[in-house]
């Protein structure tokens, strides 16, 4: 009986460490997330529907403005790394992408059918990534270089 005693604590022990684990960040399994919004075609407006897989273990961050028409959602990370999806013009990358002297191409490639990818390192050394397509942008930014490849393949699975 008291050999029961004794183990059942370590068990207990043993359940609350299988709950608490993944909670800790691990970044290594994805979630599929979605986004609806509207493009502004060149007569109407169209609905556009996108997914993607990202890292787990974010919170969600949705900005819609009054004035412009669009909306942003961003998935926020305990390390502030940040991925988002954005039918805006600015997106959160655009400070980076005027300091990388990127500006001249994102502006002459409105409207085109073919996606452009903008990428680079920030001033603390992270990694911000930028790919524009015709009616939303999706990227990353404040991307440590060790988690760079997980954040390159979730970005190469928005469809």
């Not at 009986?1 to 022990?13: A, L, S, Y």
């Not at 960040?25 to 502004?40: E, I, L, P």
């Not at 502030?80 to 994102?106: C, L, Q, W």
């Amino acid at each position: 009986m008291c050999r029961r005693v004794k183990q059942f604590p370590c068990f207990q022990w043993a359940i609350v460490a299988l709950y608490i684990l993944p909670a800790t960040g691990c970044k290594t399994s994805f979630h599929r997330v979605n986004f609806h919004d509207y493009c502004s075609d060149a007569k109407q407006q169209v609905r556009i529907k996108y997914s993607m897989r990202i890292p787990k273990y974010f919170r969600v961050k949705d900005i819609f403005a009054g004035a412009e028409v669009g909306h942003e959602r961003s998935y926020l990370y305990p390390d502030s790394s940040v991925i988002y999806i954005t039918t805006f013009e600015a997106g959160p990358n655009e400070s980076h992408i005027a300091d990388s002297g990127y500006a001249v191409v994102k502006f002459n490639h409105k409207n085109q059918s073919v996606p452009i990818d903008l990428s680079g390192r920030d001033s603390n050394g992270f990694f911000w990534r930028e790919v524009i397509y015709r009616c939303a942008s999706v990227g990353y930014l404040n991307v440590s270089p060790a988690e760079k490849n997980m954040y390159d393949k979730a970005v190469q699975t928005f469809r």
